[in-house]
């Protein structure tokens, strides 16, 4: 028998790629990262190595398409270690954040000023002099700094409280008292950070004279302790974690002068337990809130009168009304205020999301026609806002759309003869927006091209000098194939990958790559999402993503097939798109198909060996919610309900209804510092196959979270998934 990493490299796969592969962060470390642009047009934006996880500031004058370094995180740590805290750490988990150094940064409305934090520090960099200064932040680590809009003064988090200090003289005030781990006051909450897309807890008015904060009571929260096994003397951390049906965190906003003073507190209706959105329109006392019911199916805006907080605007869906959801990488994307007071929006309508025009009397304008799906705001002015979007699911550029709304007879060319599309290119696009600026930066990908950054004026023309790009460029490119197949009414997008020495001869194993939860797709043409699989594929597979109902882009009947039971529709729509494969190609044998995804994907993969081993011959199944019961209230009772009024659909789709039907070899994965998906959840799983007598092969993964940071870990993970698939589905035949 040939040793393993020997057979895998006659397979074709290169045996040094996952090294490349997880140090590079799939090849996009060195992507310039949260441009933003000044005023006079300077381009800021971050950036790392090629093989480095720590990010500089840099910037770039468009005017001769020169960049340069401005600072690096070593030059202000002056040789100590970066230091994270626990807090910090879970705030980054939350956004996905994998680098170090700047992660963040703030430029002032003038653009004189950048707001640089590193290491629970707080930096400012003088643009004119260059000179850079300390802003003394207390002892304890500042969490989620920010400038005020002149750039005079910085708010922070510390010790559960609210602080702001004086860039010039250092000089600091509390704004806030009694904070606590169980009473914060100026941070989000976890359900507002993971599953509703806001990060801040605090806000400055536009005057800069105010801010409001959210204090998040979560004393009646259940909390919950992660600890490392494998150093049982070391404390553990603890956490607020509100699990499906149990009680969440308690909110309400405060008002506190800048300079200090008393807490105005704003409460609202117990009927609207989630705060999604603050929005501060220019001239108000106090902001705007977009809150939702805890079933997640009506919207409401509230604003304040005479210190009450009320409705001007409500919206309802059946099913439920879809959260935020920004371009990865984007930090903001929501309701946009224009200088009129009015909210650009993305609305829930019949025919799927559409721009919307709330106006200050709480009047709703549909400015997008039917047909054109708006994925993403990224920005509005007065005239115009700018979307991502379109007609076809997989070919999703930026439009700029004109808020006074499409022309008569606009709706027969599906609003294309109206909006205008300011980004060529079918792939994926990440486009960075800076208020008020009249550039924006645009980072696209297909599935064969390594992203470029381009930077464009607001009518869509380049200005010629593009962003510098230090990543490394990958061995190979996907050998990927986009297609749609139809299987019992319903029309699938698919991708296929097939090994680089594909010979047509053969019938080749398939590996099922499946996520198929709402929030996310797998067909998308980008390289770097498509780079492991194909890796997967050299070694004798045809890697298959498939798209299934309950997935985005695609409306809101197809999105919203899946409310109240994950259980059947994700894995009925991936059987029949593999078998309607199946009679296409005839290259994929369909008697050996395994199984692998992550998160949703991973409990996806699970419940597919478990349910139906007559199709799926083996699973790697990464970080599964077990019992859905035990996932959070938010994403969970937004398309299952609570587990009191939906106990058949949480039992349905609970994998510990199956677990003893297991007759397939599975290859359990799953982090041990998980915050997000807590280890317990495969634990769970694991005593209900052992007390069946069912075998199972499982590999924890040490003080490793959800996201899986630690390049050396996701190396010898893409290598294990490799072997497993090749031990137990074999190699193509002829």
Not at 357 to 385: C, Q, Y
Not at 444 to 469: E, Q
Not at 552 to 574: E, N, T, Y
Not at 577 to 595: F, N, P, W
Request: glycine content about 8%; charged content about 25%.
């Amino acid at each position: 028998m040939l040793a393993p990493l020997l057979l895998l490299a006659l397979c074709g796969a290169p045996a040094d790629f996952p090294h490349a592969y997880a140090q590079t962060k799939a090849f996009t470390r060195g992507l310039p990262q949260k441009v933003r642009i000044a005023p006079d047009g300077t381009v800021f934006f971050l950036e790392s190595g090629p093989r480095s996880a720590t990010l500089s500031l840099n910037a770039l004058d468009p005017g001769n398409g020169k960049s340069r370094e401005l600072v690096t995180p070593a030059q202000l740590l002056g040789g100590t270690r970066e230091h994270i805290s626990v807090e910090e750490q879970a705030r980054r988990e939350r956004m996905r954040q994998t680098e170090q150094g700047f992660t963040e940064y703030a430029l002032s409305r003038d653009g004189s000023e950048v707001l640089l934090p590193l290491s629970g520090k707080v930096f400012v960099l003088e643009r004119k002099s260059g000179a850079i200064r300390r802003v003394y932040v207390g002892d304890d680590a500042a969490i989620d700094p920010q400038l005020s809009p002149d750039g005079t003064r910085v708010a922070y988090v510390r010790s559960n409280d609210l602080f702001v200090a004086d860039v010039a003289s250092g000089k600091e005030l509390r704004l806030t008292t009694g904070g606590s781990d169980d009473l914060t006051h100026g941070l989000a909450e976890f359900i507002a950070q993971e599953e509703l897309g806001r990060a801040h807890g605090f806000w400055w008015s536009p005057d800069g004279k105010t801010l409001a904060f959210e204090e998040a009571d979560s004393r009646a929260v259940e909390h919950f302790t992660i600890s490392d096994p494998s150093k049982p003397a070391q404390p553990g951390n603890h956490f607020a974690y509100p699990r499906a049906g149990k009680a969440n965190a308690k909110l309400r906003i405060g008002l506190v002068p800048a300079v200090g003073g008393a807490v105005a507190w704003l409460s609202w209706d117990e009927k609207w337990p989630y705060l999604s959105e603050v929005l501060w329109p220019e001239g108000a006392a106090a902001p705007t809130l977009e809150v939702r019911s805890r079933d997640q199916r009506d919207l409401a805006y509230l604003r304040s009168k005479n210190g009450v907080l009320a409705a001007y605007f409500t919206e309802h869906d059946d099913a439920w009304i879809d959260p935020t959801d920004c371009p990865r990488g984007v930090e903001a994307c929501g309701p946009v205020v224009t200088p009129e007071g009015a909210i650009v929006r993305i609305a829930e309508m019949a025919d799927g999301h559409a721009l919307q025009v709330v106006g200050a009397s709480g009047k709703a304008t549909r400015i997008t026609p039917a047909g054109f799906h708006v994925s993403s705001l990224l920005a509005a002015d007065a005239e115009n806002a700018y979307v991502l979007g379109g007609l076809d699911p997989l070919d999703e550029p930026v439009w700029q759309v004109p808020l006074h709304g499409f022309a008569p007879g606009a709706a027969e060319c599906g609003g294309l003869c109206v909006a205008k599309r300011l980004t060529p290119g079918i792939g994926e696009h990440t486009p960075y927006f800076t208020p008020g600026a009249s550039l924006f930066a645009d980072s696209f990908t297909d599935a064969t091209h390594r992203p470029k950054v381009s930077l464009r004026r607001l009518d869509g023309t380049v200005m010629g000098a593009d962003l510098p790009v230090q990543a490394e460029k990958p061995p190979f490119s996907p050998n990927a194939e986009f297609a749609q197949v139809e299987a019992k009414g319903h029309t699938f997008q698919v991708v296929l990958l097939r090994p680089h020495d594909f010979d047509k001869r053969k019938r080749y194993p398939v590996i099922d790559s499946v996520y198929g939860g709402p929030t996310a797709n797998v067909v998308v043409r980008s390289e770097a999402s498509l780079l492991l699989d194909q890796w997967y594929a050299d070694h004798g597979f045809i890697v298959v993503r498939i798209d299934n109902r309950g997935t985005p882009r695609r409306g809101r009947a197809w999105a919203k097939a899946l409310v109240g039971d994950f259980g059947d529709i994700p894995l009925d729509d991936q059987i029949d798109a593999l078998h309607a494969l199946g009679k296409r190609y005839r290259e994929l044998d369909t008697s050996r198909i395994g199984v692998s995804g992550w998160s949703f994907g991973g409990y996806l993969s699970a419940l597919a060996v478990l349910k139906r081993p007559d199709v799926f011959k083996c699973a790697v199944a990464g970080a599964p919610v077990v019992d859905w019961t035990d996932y959070d209230t938010a994403y969970t009772e937004r398309y299952l309900r609570t587990p009191q009024s939906n106990p058949d659909g949480y039992a349905k789709s609970s994998l510990l209804t199956y677990a003893a039907k297991l007759e397939r070899p599975m290859l359990l994965v799953h982090g041990t510092a998980d915050d997000n998906v807590y280890f317990f959840n495969s634990l769970k799983l694991l005593d209900v196959l052992f007390h069946n007598a069912q075998v199972v092969d499982f590999l924890p993964l040490v003080g490793q979270t959800h996201i899986l940071s630690d390049p050396d870990y996701r190396e010898r993970l893409y290598r294990r998934t490799a072997r497993y698939f090749s031990a137990h589905l074999g190699a193509p035949k002829r």
